[in-house]
């Protein structure tokens, strides 16, 4: 029904934000990989939504890109996958992240997010394998080994999966596992 919407960021209070469109200001729920890329108060935004209607709400999701909106109608289509759960999912790892794990049969990564459980995690594998393709995010080129142990050294010394991701694209491809931990930590440190 309401498929997107294009106005001037009122209020920002994680997950919902107010979007103000013409004098109607529209509360909608974001995930967080959304949220932080938001421009600041008073700015223009466009937001692709998905609009629910149930008994006793009408909510509408906001998400900056098509193939976030697209994962979300998949993962409610799934039982026992509502939007509040869905939402959770996309704020817990991006698109590409939730598309290899599917790819690659990760149980692991989706226990990981708060909300998803062994059983819900293995019926997302389940329901999801073959279903998110290309199109829907970038291809993730397999890691080194080394790039593997930098993460989960990174990982088991406290930083978010994200952000040692990003720490790990700044290390050149060829480096050494204690090299590259020094170097992500001094890349984290900043």
């Not at 609009?51 to 409610?76: K, P």
């Not at 993730?140 to 080394?146: G, R």
């Not at 990174?154 to 999966?161: F, K, P, Q, T």
């Amino acid at each position: 029904m309401i498929g997107k919407l294009t106005g001037i960021l009122s209020e920002k209070n994680p997950p919902q934000v107010l979007l103000d469109c013409h004098g109607v200001g529209y509360e909608v729920d974001v995930p967080m990989s959304t949220f932080y890329n938001l421009p600041a108060l008073g700015e223009k935004v466009s937001l692709l939504t998905h609009f629910v209607v149930r008994e006793d709400a009408q909510i509408l999701y906001g998400f900056a890109s098509a193939s976030e909106r697209e994962v979300f109608r998949q993962l409610i289509k799934i039982s026992g996958v509502g939007p509040r759960t869905a939402l959770g999912v996309l704020s817990g790892m991006s698109v590409a992240e939730l598309t290899r794990a599917i790819r690659e049969q990760e149980a692991g990564r989706l226990v990981k997010i708060p909300g998803i459980g062994k059983k819900t995690a293995e019926r997302l594998l389940l329901e999801l394998k073959g279903k998110l393709g290309a199109d829907l995010g970038p291809a993730v080129a397999p890691t080194h080994d080394h790039q593997t142990d930098i993460l989960q050294a990174l990982m088991a010394l406290g930083y978010s999966e994200r952000e040692a991701a990003v720490a790990l694209k700044a290390l050149p491809t060829d480096v050494g596992v204690s090299d590259g931990i020094k170097l992500a930590l001094k890349a984290l440190a900043k």
